[in-house]
Every structure is written in C-alpha cells, then in structure tokens.
C-alpha cells in the first residue's frame, strides 16, 4: 500500500541517480568494437590475406541527430569511453526506476478519495 510523501521528500530512485550523478564525470551513449581493417594501398597484403588486416582498433560507434558516427579511439580514449558508456547506462537504468515509482505514486494517487476543487482554490 503507497504511503503519502511529504513533498519534500525524494522519491527513492531519484535519491539513488542523483547519488550516482554526482560520483560521475564522463557519460555517453554508444558501443565500442574492436575491429581489424583493410588499409587504402591497393598493393597490400591486407587485402588478401585476413590475418593481415590492420589493428585491432577500438571503434566508437554511437547515434548523433540519427545518424551513425564512428571514432577510433586510442588505449586511454576507449579506457575513459567504457566509463562513460557504464555510467550512461546506469543513468539510464535509475532512470527507468524513477520513471516507475513516480508512475506508481501519480497513479496511487488517483485512488484516494479526490479533493474537490473547491478545496483546491482555497489552499491558494
Ligand atoms: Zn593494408
């Protein structure tokens, strides 16, 4: 059964992500692949031969204004990407949370006996 909340009080999920929001630095969507290439030399052997191919590199793959955009990172910049890729996702994660429990509060809501709107103007 929903308790009424003081309005003062914080719902726990938006505790938690503005917890978690203040611990990070770095947030962004996206995947990174680690992926071989074949170069632009028509005369290389890459082009042949698979276990030529060049890399591995780390590849940041994300949308931005619908469309895809890749970035090949360096060992430090994929270090950081992966950190901010985890921290996106938890944001997203608590996110979901608050988007529930304040669903469930506005709906609980509606079942308690409603005041009138008389009642309402008056608190003015
Ligand atoms: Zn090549």
Do not use: F
């Not at 995947?31 to 290389?44: A, Q, S």
């Amino acid at each position: 059964m929903p308790t009424r909340r003081p309005a003062r009080r914080l719902l726990p999920a938006a505790r938690r992500l503005r917890a978690a929001v203040a611990r990070m630095d770095l947030a962004c969507a996206g995947t990174i692949y680690v992926r071989t290439r074949t170069c632009g030399k028509r005369t290389c052997r890459c082009h042949e031969d698979p276990s030529a191919r060049h890399g591995p590199y780390a590849e940041w793959t994300r949308v931005r204004e619908g469309r895809l955009v890749h970035s090949t990172l360096s060992a430090e910049q994929t270090e950081r990407v992966t950190a901010a890729i985890g921290n996106y996702r938890e944001i997203r994660r608590l996110l979901a949370r608050w988007e529930r429990e304040t669903e469930e509060v506005i709906l609980s809501g509606r079942r308690r006996k409603p005041r009138s709107v008389k009642q309402i103007n008056s608190r003015k």
